[in-house]
């Protein structure tokens, strides 16, 4: 029996056992805001996306690695089915039944007993939209709502209006690739262009950096390819990466490349815009805001301040300061004045202090490490270069974070 109407409710998740039945793509993309809503999220997959497994990894989830069995679900609250296997799917599904547990089915909807809205969020607000499983007519009216409340746009005209308007946008047949930076973490702080591109996609190609709570709001067709870059782990090749770009999008399907940050930005991005180009893919590049800039920000530290310093640096810690292969001049570096920003350096935080304070850099410079910038898990170390690297393994600060190293890094305690 399937109800013509459903019941719109919110749920309270906060410590609540929440199974997960898939590993997939398709649960990534709703395991965002079950974290948000604070749930006690069990995965239960014999392989998962390499997003899930650092979500696993970080201690946001836990992972039951085998197969679904009978009586994974005893003493959950919620449920979702998203395998890529409808009989498994049917299995869990039956068994949230028997045991009174309202669960969601990613492949078929209908035989689910609960469905996911397009849901939206905005200074407090949150809300669902259902439109009888016509996924891209309610993500269109959320999108639309969206729009007025952040154009201060609340009134029936103004709202029809722009749902007006992004529904003839979403009907429009984009070419190519759009190369979007995803910024530095909040989904709030996607571009406007950013989000309303990313809307109209068929194809999704995700980094483990970018924001993913967008994923949650793009329609059940879409399709999302999982480019996660894991520190010291797997990773899809870049080659990969731009084959899939150009493939997808010589059938005629609208990509979209999501990445953290700004795409140029220590982001490898213009390798795919050469590689598209070379392959006459056509490329729209959609800047966002570097996450070298905006965490530290976040975090109440200025890169620059007047009558302190009047030039920052950003560095890539991607590589030891001793390799062969390094393009940084350490030792200038080092005699430097102003603020460095280093990205992706917690691993080698200790090499690197010592590098600066060997040519020249002082011991009791301050420095702030800011891990999760922009997130609701940021956190703030602040300390010295000569005590950094053992303070930050004694706070198990732990990838992804923004370093900064000057003067200005001891400002922000004056406001917190």
Avoid at 114 to 138: K, Q
Avoid at 163 to 173: I, L, P, Y
Wanted: net charge negative; charged share 20%; proline share 5%.
């Amino acid at each position: 029996m399937h109800a013509e109407q459903h019941y719109l409710a919110g749920l309270d998740l906060a410590g609540r056992r929440v199974v997960v039945v898939g590993g997939g793509v398709v649960a990534q993309r709703r395991l965002p805001r079950l974290q948000s809503a604070g749930a006690a999220i069990e995965v239960v997959a014999p392989a998962v996306s390499a997003a899930v497994q650092a979500m696993a990894e970080a201690g946001e989830l836990t992972w039951t690695r085998r197969a679904y069995a009978e009586g994974d679900l005893a003493g959950a609250w919620y449920v979702i089915a998203c395998t890529s296997d409808a009989a498994v799917n049917a299995a869990v599904g039956a068994e949230a039944e028997r045991q009174r547990v309202f669960c969601v089915r990613a492949d078929l909807a209908a035989d689910g007993s609960a469905v996911t809205p397009a849901v939206g969020s905005y200074e407090g607000l949150v809300f669902g939209v259902l439109a009888g499983g016509a996924y891209r007519r309610s993500a269109g009216v959320r999108d639309a709502v969206l729009a007025a409340l952040r154009d201060g746009r609340v009134d029936d005209q103004g709202a029809a209006a722009a749902t007006a308007e992004v529904a003839s946008a979403g009907d429009e047949t984009l070419p190519g690739v759009a190369l979007i930076g995803g910024g530095p973490g909040d989904p709030e702080l996607i571009t406007v262009r950013g989000r309303r591109l990313l809307s109209r996609a068929d194809v999704v190609v995700v980094d483990r950096l970018a924001p993913r709570e967008l994923l949650d709001e793009l329609p059940p067709e879409v399709e999302v390819i999982d480019a996660a870059k894991i520190p010291y782990g797997r990773a899809a090749s870049q080659d990969v990466i731009n084959t899939t770009l150009i493939e997808h999008a010589r059938a005629g399907r609208f990509v979209v490349r999501l990445k953290g940050g700004d795409p140029y930005v220590f982001g490898r991005g213009f390798e795919e815009v050469l590689a598209c180009a070379q392959a006459g893919v056509p490329v729209t590049v959609v800047p966002g805001i570097t996450s070298a800039f905006a965490v530290p920000a976040i975090a109440d530290v200025p890169v620059t301040h007047r009558g302190v310093t009047h030039e920052v640096v950003v560095v890539s810690g991607h590589v030891a300061p001793d390799d062969p292969s390094s393009l940084v001049d350490w030792a200038a570096l080092g005699r430097l004045r102003g603020t460095i920003v280093l990205m992706m350096g917690v691993e080698r935080l200790s090499q690197f202090a010592e590098v600066l304070q060997r040519h020249g850099r002082g011991a009791d410079t301050p420095v702030a490490v800011v891990q999760d910038g922009t997130r609701r898990t940021q956190h703030t170390l602040r300390s010295t270069l000569a005590k950094v690297a053992a303070d930050a393994a004694a706070a198990d600060i732990k990838p992804p974070a923004v370093i900064v190293i000057g003067a200005v890094a001891a400002l922000g305690e004056s406001v917190t």
